[in-house]
């Protein structure tokens, strides 16, 4: 099976930063595209950015200019540097992995999701 572990969350104040990482281990042939997305109470789940194996990235809007998303592919790892953070990115956020798994002879593609990490922006 194959898992996915955030860490990094927590609160920061109005301007500060935070790196998020999650770690992905198991039994992992090749992890395709990797993202993070978030959602804040009452509110939809949002993709905040995406990296693919290529290293070509996306970003929500909201957060272009201010979050980075990197990935280790040495380490099954990825990363969601957050800087300037304000109130509205306070959210828990998540993990996900599209990526194929191996199991005998077979492969399965499939997507995965972390356990999710919260972020509290407040003074």
């Known amino acids: 099976q194959v898992q996915l572990v955030e860490s990094g969350g927590g609160l920061v104040q109005p301007g500060g930063s935070l790196r998020l990482s999650c770690a992905a281990s198991g039994s992992i042939f090749r992890i395709n595209a990797m993202g993070w997305y978030r959602q804040a109470p009452g509110k939809q789940r949002e993709l905040v950015a995406s990296i693919t194996s290529g290293s070509s990235t996306n970003y929500a809007d909201s957060v272009k200019g201010r979050f980075a998303i990197s990935r280790d592919n040495a380490k099954n790892t990825w990363y969601l540097q957050m800087n300037s953070l304000n109130s509205e990115d306070t959210a828990v956020y998540y993990c996900?992995?599209?990526?194929?798994?191996?199991?005998?002879?077979?492969?399965?593609?499939?997507?995965?999701w972390g356990q999710g990490t919260q972020v509290t922006v407040s003074s």
């Open positions: 996900n992995a599209d990526l194929t798994r191996i199991s005998g002879t077979f492969y399965y593609a499939q997507t995965y």
